[in-house]
């Protein structure tokens, strides 16, 4: 049996007989650099024009192999469970394809031998370059990226070796528990109750935190204590079995502070099993639209993934990442609207 013919796949050369040019002009035209070589704008329309007509796809990988290029970016996060992390890397991808760039997010679980794992494939791979994102111990893994000559950047939590891009931790846990005594205080609730839940000790982000809601406890006159700040972990039963012992003790305290969208997960499921625990005011240092949703009022503060993703694209330009290579991005404070009522 005759085997059917199969289309041929068009190459540089039939754009360049097409347009009565050359494949090197042609392949300066297709990668961008025809202004540079000084090639006139209406051949490089005309030639753009006759591949898009011709249906001209470049062969990416033997490209990549003649310009030792992959076109693959790469990112690890820890998971998508929450808007932050899915955030960050909906927006990374967008940015890489705006640069003609393959996007591949991978997520870790926050365990560092799948983290190693991950970032020696991508290498492997010759990702142009890594963003290491939620990683606790980042520096072993920019060793990683350097030994390989892999541009990388740190985000949200920051590392020594490499460029870092981080929220301000520090000034938006002040700015919420301000708010959060506030609106202690006009609930007729004592404020010196307020505890913060969630995160790690040790860790960046958290410790960050935890120095400013004891900044803001202080600044109200609130002497902060060490038995309120309950450092359980992200994960939503972890910080479920926090509220059941704090709320054991009677009642949960006026004001609660949890650390993570993901503890606020285990709030919300505590608070539905047992409603009569009390109504505190709550504020939580991440945000999502559906904790409207919940009877009792809510402070949130959302992280600003997009500007996060803009200074590690800058980053990866060339520009300067600033004081101890290290940028911080102001969050935004998010007071739900008529939730702050007795």
Avoid at 8 to 14: A, K, M, P, Q
Avoid at 288 to 308: G, K, S, W, Y
């Amino acid at each position: 049996m005759a085997r059917k013919p199969t289309k041929r796949r068009s190459t540089i050369y039939d754009i360049a007989q097409e347009t009565g040019t050359s494949a090197s002009t042609v392949s300066l035209v297709l990668n961008g650099s025809w202004e540079r070589y000084r090639i006139n704008a209406d051949t490089a329309e005309r030639i753009l024009a006759t591949a898009e007509r011709i249906g001209y796809r470049a062969n990416l990988r033997a490209r990549g192999l003649r310009l030792n290029r992959s076109s693959l970016a790469g990112m690890i996060i820890p998971h998508y469970r929450n808007r932050f992390f899915a955030g960050l890397a909906e927006a990374f991808e967008l940015k890489a394809r705006e640069r003609g760039l393959c996007p591949i997010v991978v997520s870790t679980q926050r365990d560092a031998p799948t983290e190693r794992k991950v970032t020696q494939t991508l290498i492997a791979q010759q990702v142009e370059f890594l963003i290491i994102a939620g990683v606790q111990d980042c520096d072993e893994l920019d060793e990683l990226c350097a030994a390989a000559g892999i541009a990388c950047v740190n985000l949200d939590l920051p590392g020594t070796l490499a460029p870092s891009v981080v929220t301000d931790n520090r000034g938006g846990a002040r700015e919420l528990t301000r708010h959060l005594v506030a609106a202690a205080r006009e609930r007729g609730g004592d404020p010196a109750k307020i505890h913060f839940v969630g995160g790690r000790s040790g860790e960046f982000a958290t410790e960050e935190r935890v120095i400013g809601f004891t900044e803001a406890l202080a600044e109200a006159g609130i002497s902060p204590d060490p038995s309120k700040i309950l450092c359980c972990g992200y994960l939503p039963k972890a910080a479920h079995e926090a509220f059941s012992g704090l709320a054991a003790a009677g009642k949960l305290p006026d004001g609660l502070f949890v650390n993570s969208i993901t503890a606020f997960e285990g709030f919300a499921a505590f608070f539905q099993e047992s409603p009569e625990a009390g109504q505190p005011v709550v504020a939580c240092f991440d945000w999502d639209p559906f904790a409207a949703t919940l009877p009792l009022p809510v402070i949130m503060m959302r992280q600003n993934v997009e500007e996060m993703i803009r200074h590690c694209f800058d980053i990866l330009d060339g520009k300067p990442a600033g004081p101890n290579g290290r940028i911080v991005v102001e969050p935004t404070l998010a007071v739900l609207p008529g939730r702050l009522k007795r």
